[in-house]
């Protein structure tokens, strides 16, 4: 402790000379005290509150643990609060080791093609909500999706789309981002509650 105090010292005198004379014993004060709480937190970097607060910080600070961008996290955390979910289980769903990122493999729920073709679309436009807030899934993302579960029908997919216009999506053409309609954005959150409760299990 105060290994270099010699030469502190003497370059507080040097500054509080530069003070005007009835400063200079607040100055002299100033400095020294300085001076101390640099060395004391030398000796013990983390004191017990200071350490205490930094955990706190720690357990505040959103994303220690999760792989979400820091930049969609709070639609992300809000909207698993909506639904009544946790972060974890809400991002166990999607892989974010790829930018844009994408859907984990999961079972798309379903009887038939066309069900699961609509789920595939609520999923896509989830995905797209919670990465831009815009609840549009991209045309493509929907039959690729649909490949991958096996439920792709190329002669009815637009077919199979427009069934749901009405109820979920507001328009369906070929080849253009298919928006929801509010019927759709409750449709698509109770299908994200469902596949994240069932990641849960």
Same mark, same amino acid.
């Given at each position: ?8 010292? $003497?370059?507080?005198? @040097? ?21 101390? /709480?640099? @060395? ?7 004191? /017990?509150? +200071?350490?205490?607060?930094?955990? @706190?910080?720690? /357990? @505040?600070?959103?994303? /220690? ?25 809400? +991002? ?22 066309? $069900? ?21 899934? $991209? ?33 369906? +053409? ?12 409750? +449709? ?9 409760? $069932?990641?849960?299990?």
């Amino acid at each position: 402790m105060y290994k270099n105090g010699e030469a502190a010292l $003497d370059r507080i005198m @040097e500054l509080v000379t530069k003070c005007p004379k009835e400063l200079q014993e607040k100055c002299f004060e100033i400095l020294l005290s300085g001076y101390v /709480q640099l @060395e004391v937190a030398a000796i013990s970097p983390h004191p /017990q509150g +200071e350490k205490k607060q930094q955990e @706190e910080v720690q /357990q @505040e600070t959103p994303g /220690q643990e999760s792989h979400v961008p820091p930049t969609i996290l709070p639609r992300f955390k809000n909207t698993a609060k909506r639904l009544g979910v946790t972060p974890e289980n809400l +991002e166990s769903l999607f892989d974010f080791s790829i930018d844009p990122f994408t859907l984990h493999a999961l079972n798309l729920p379903g009887k038939k093609k066309a $069900d699961k073709t609509r789920n595939a679309a609520l999923l896509a436009a989830s995905r797209s909500y919670l990465g831009t807030g815009s609840w549009a899934a $991209d045309w493509k993302e929907v039959k690729s999706l649909c490949v991958d579960h096996n439920c792709y029908d190329a002669p009815n997919h637009t077919v199979n789309l427009k069934k749901g216009a009405s109820k979920l999506f507001k328009s369906v +053409e070929p080849g253009k981002a298919i928006e929801l309609s509010s019927g759709g954005v409750k +449709e698509a959150e109770k299908l994200l509650k469902s596949l994240s409760e $069932d990641s849960a299990a």
